[in-house]
């Protein structure tokens, strides 16, 4: 493991990566959803989810996620749109961030990761749509009804969270080599 990057250059990446979450937030709601189910998307902000996840620790990562939606929710959203992003992104980032946490531990004591950046994208859409069908849940007050729409919604997230999760896997390598320094340790400095 390579020593922590020092401070600034934590804090840029970290502003960098909120920014690039909200950018591909904002661009998401820009393409047209040819999947015919009420709030689904590809998810591209996920991506960054990923990278942060893979690059810090899960409390960062999550302040990326939050800010990512507030960001995007106050400049292009409503109130809906921002509860409903949070409940998915808190959900989903807390999720894949324990998977993210098991595959270091296990990496630490010389065992094989249990669970690819793929499979955790996965989960994580999976999770992501769960968090938001509970949100909805509260707001429709009509438990059968969102019992109804949770089969599409995980069904539909296996191919979301595969195409994010191949991107990320992707894009890693590329930000290993360019980033001065890559940083898992728990305290920053």
């Given at each position: 493991m390579t020593p922590s990057m020092s401070r600034t250059h934590r804090l840029v990446l970290i502003a960098l990566l909120t920014v690039t979450a909200a950018i591909l937030g904002y661009l998401e709601s820009l393409l047209p959803c040819f999947i015919p189910i009420p709030g689904v998307k590809i998810g591209l902000p996920n991506i960054v989810t990923m990278i942060s996840l893979s690059l810090f620790n899960t409390?960062?990562?999550?302040?990326?996620?939050i800010a990512r939606v507030l960001l995007t929710g106050f400049m292009f959203g409503s109130l809906s749109s921002i509860l409903y992003a949070l409940a998915g992104g808190i959900i989903s980032c807390s999720v894949m961030g324990a998977l993210t946490h098991t595959n270091h531990q296990r990496q630490i004591q010389g065992q094989d990761a249990?669970?690819?950046?793929?499979?955790?994208?996965?989960?994580?859409?999976?999770?992501?749509?769960?968090?938001q069908l509970c949100i909805a849940t509260i707001i429709v007050q009509n438990l059968?009804?969102?019992?109804?729409?949770?089969?599409?919604?995980?069904?539909?997230a296996v191919p979301i969270g595969l195409l994010t999760g191949i991107i990320a896997r992707r894009l890693l390598p590329y930000l290993n080599r360019i980033l001065p320094q890559k940083s898992h340790d728990k305290n920053p400095r």
């Open positions: 409390p960062i990562a999550l302040g990326i996620a249990p669970f690819s950046l793929i499979g955790i994208s996965i989960i994580g859409a999976m999770t992501h749509n769960i968090g059968r009804l969102m019992l109804l729409y949770l089969p599409f919604l995980l069904l539909i």
